[in-house]
C-alpha cells in the first residue's frame, strides 16, 4: 500500500497559498504602476510584447513544479512485493503428550526429550509455516498458538513439562479438541495436527474426535513414542518408580493400535518412533502430498520501493519548461533552479542506494547469516541517519536471532520512535516483548505486549503471551509474599518456649475402664467396614495418574 514515510514534509504544502498570494500581490502592483507611469494606453502600447498569458502560465509551471517538490520530500513509498515475507499455506498444530508416562526411558534419555526433538526437527524443516503448540495430560492446553515466530515455538517448547498439566492422565480427544480450536476455521490455508504420545489413553472417543476433525479437512499425522514392552515410570516427587493403588509397579506402554486409528481415521500416516530425521522425513513426505495448497501472505515487509525521483523527474521538467517561456524574451531562472536543486538536496541521497542495502540485510537474514545482516543494516542506517525504521526493525529481529536481547530491545525502541506507521510499531512492540520475555525481564514484557495490543487488539499471539506472563508474574507474587510471612512467623515464635507439663490422668473403675474398651472396640469395627467400601468402591474405579 502506497503511503508517505515523511509525511511531515506535507506541512510544506503551505508555499502554495503564499504563492498564490505572491503572484496576486505582483499582478496587482504591475497594474498599479501602469497607472502611475502615464496614460494607461501609451503605457500599454510601449509594453505591448508583455504577455500577461504567458505570464500566468509561467507561475502555474512554477505552482506545479513546487507542489512535485514537496511530494517528493514526504516519500512516496509501497511495499517490495519481492521483499515480501511469503509464507506457504499450512498450519500446523504440535499436540505433544506431556503427561508422567512420558518420563519413561524405554527410549533414551526419555519418552519427553525425544518428543521435542521431533517438534524441533519440524519446526526447522517447515520454516514457512505457521506453527502452533498444544501440551496435554489428564487436559488440554495452547502452550503457543499459531504464529512465524518459530524462535518463540521452540523457546515454550523447552519450557513443556508434567508440571505444566495440574491434572495427569492421556485424553487424547481432549488435545485433539484443543488443536482444532486453535485453528482460524475461516483461513483457506490448509491445516494439520501431529499428535505426539505413547498412545496410552486413559479415555474414549479419541478416534471418533479425529473422525470428526477429518470432516473439517484437518489431516491427522500421529508419532509413537515408546515401546510395546514398555517401562517403568520415574516419580519426580518421591524419587521411585510410580505404582497404582494396589501398590504394584506401574509399566507404561506404547499403544500403537490407538494412534495408527486416529492417523487413519483423519487421512494421516502413524509412524513409529525409531530416529528423529526418519519421523520428520515421513511427516514431511505426507504433507508434500498436499496439491493447491493457498498461500497465506504476511503484511510486513522488509524494505519499499522509492517513487520521490517521479516527482522530481516532473519537476525538472515544468522547471525546463518554465526557462524557455518568457513574457517577451528568452529569460533564465537562475532563483528557480537553485530552489529546485536545493528541493533535491533535501530529499534523502540515499533513496535506491539504502534501499539496496537494505534488500542484501534481508538475504543474509534470511540464510542466518546474522552478522553479516547486522553489518548490512548499520550501513543502511549510516545513509539513512533518521526516519530509518525498517532498518531498525530488521537490526532489532537480527539482535534478536544472534541472543542480543538487549540490543534487539534498543532497535525496537528507535523503530518505534521514528515509525509513522501504526502497523510497524505494533510489531516492534510485540518483538520488544519477545525480547524481554527471553531475557526473563517480565514487568518490562508486560509493558511491550499491552503497548502492542493497544495499536491492534486483535493480536491473539499477543494476548496469549501477556495472559501467559500475567499468571507466572502472580504467582511469583505470591511465593514472594508467603516467604514473608512465613519469615515474619519465624521472628515472632519465642524462643524458649516450654512445653506443657502432661497432667496426671484421673483414676477410674474398673468396671468404666472396661466400657471404654468397650466402646473403642465397637468404633474400629465400624472404620474397618466404611474402609472396605471405600476400597471396594476404588478398585472398580482407578484413578490414572500418569
Excluded at 419 to 438: C, E, F, L, P, S
Aim: glycine letters at 4%; a positive charge.
Amino acid at each position: 500500500m502506497l503511503h508517505f514515510s515523511r509525511p511531515e514534509g506535507l506541512i510544506l504544502l503551505v508555499l502554495i497559498p503564499l504563492l498564490i498570494f505572491a503572484y496576486v500581490y505582483v499582478v496587482q502592483w504591475k497594474k498599479r504602476a501602469i497607472r502611475r507611469i502615464g496614460d494607461e494606453k501609451l503605457v500599454k502600447l510601449q509594453i505591448a510584447q508583455y504577455s500577461p498569458a504567458r505570464f500566468r502560465f509561467k507561475f502555474i509551471l512554477i505552482l506545479l513544479a513546487t507542489t512535485l517538490c514537496v511530494f517528493a520530500i514526504t516519500g512516496l513509498v509501497a511495499p517490495d512485493p519481492s521483499q515480501k515475507l511469503i509464507k506457504s499455506g499450512k498450519d500446523i498444530v504440535v499436540a505433544l503428550d506431556v503427561s508422567k508416562s512420558m518420563l519413561a526411558s524405554d527410549v533414551q534419555p526419555d519418552r519427553l526429550e525425544r518428543a521435542k526433538q521431533v517438534v524441533t526437527k519440524v519446526i526447522n524443516t517447515f520454516p514457512d509455516d505457521r506453527i502452533g503448540l498444544v501440551v496435554f495430560a489428564g487436559r488440554a492446553y495452547l502452550q503457543m498458538p499459531l504464529t512465524i515466530d518459530h524462535d518463540a515455538a521452540k523457546m515454550f517448547l523447552s519450557s513443556a513439562s508434567p508440571d505444566n498439566i495440574p491434572v495427569q492422565g492421556t485424553a487424547l480427544s481432549k488435545a485433539l479438541e484443543m488443536s482444532y480450536a486453535s485453528f482460524d476455521m475461516k483461513s483457506k490455508s490448509y491445516k494439520t495436527v501431529l499428535l505426539i504420545s505413547d498412545g496410552e489413553d486413559h479415555e474414549p472417543d479419541a478416534v471418533k474426535t479425529a473422525a470428526n476433525l477429518a470432516k473439517e479437512g484437518i489431516m491427522i499425522n500421529t508419532v509413537g513414542i515408546g515401546s510395546p514392552a514398555g517401562a517403568p515410570i520415574p516419580d519426580p516427587e518421591t524419587g521411585q518408580y510410580k505404582t497404582d493403588v494396589q501398590g504394584r509397579m506401574v509399566i507404561s506402554k506404547l499403544n500403537e493400535q490407538t494412534l495408527s486409528e486416529i492417523a487413519a481415521a483423519a487421512h494421516g500416516v502413524y509412524k513409529l518412533y525409531n530416529n528423529t530425521d526418519d519421523v520428520v522425513s515421513a511427516i514431511k513426505k505426507q504433507l508434500d502430498t498436499i496439491s493447491d495448497i493457498p498461500v497465506i501472505t504476511e503484511s510486513s515487509y522488509l524494505s519499499f520501493k522509492q517513487y520521490y525521483w517521479y516527482f522530481l523527474l516532473g519537476a525538472f521538467v515544468l522547471l525546463v519548461a518554465e526557462a524557455f517561456v518568457s513574457e517577451k524574451i528568452k529569460l533564465r531562472k537562475p532563483a528557480m533552479a537553485v530552489v529546485f536543486f536545493m528541493l533535491i538536496g533535501y530529499v534523502p541521497s540515499y533513496g535506491q542506494s539504502a534501499n539496496k542495502i537494505i534488500t542484501e540485510g534481508n538475504k543474509a537474514f534470511r540464510e542466518e547469516r546474522f552478522n553479516d545482516a547486522e553489518k548490512e543494516y548499520l550501513e543502511a542506517l549510516e545513509k539513512q541517519g533518521k526516519n530509518s525504521d525498517v532498518a531498525h526493525f530488521n537490526l532489532g529481529n537480527t539482535y534478536f536471532r544472534k541472543n542480543e536481547a538487549d540490543k534487539a530491545v534498543a532497535a525496537y525502541d528507535k523503530t518505534i520512535e521514528e515509525t509513522h506507521r501504526t502497523d510497524i510499531k505494533q510489531q516492534a512492540y510485540y518483538n520488544k516483548g519477545v525480547a524481554y520475555q527471553q531475557a526473563q525481564k517480565i514487568q518490562e514484557s508486560i509493558t511491550a505486549y499491552k503497548n502492542a495490543l493497544l495499536l491492534d487488539p486483535n493480536d491473539e499471539a499477543a494476548r496469549q503471551n501477556l495472559q501467559r506472563l500475567l499468571k507466572q508474574q502472580k504467582q511469583q507474587q505470591q511465593e514472594s509474599e508467603k516467604k514473608k510471612e512465613d519469615k515474619k512467623e519465624q521472628k515472632q515464635k519465642p524462643q524458649d518456649q516450654k512445653k506443657p507439663q502432661a497432667k496426671n490422668p484421673a483414676k477410674i473403675t474398673r468396671e468404666e475402664a472396661e466400657n471404654k474398651l468397650k466402646a473403642l472396640l465397637e468404633n474400629e469395627k465400624a472404620l474397618q467396614e466404611k474402609m472396605k467400601k471405600v476400597s471396594k468402591s476404588a478398585s472398580l474405579t482407578p484413578e490414572k495418574d500418569w
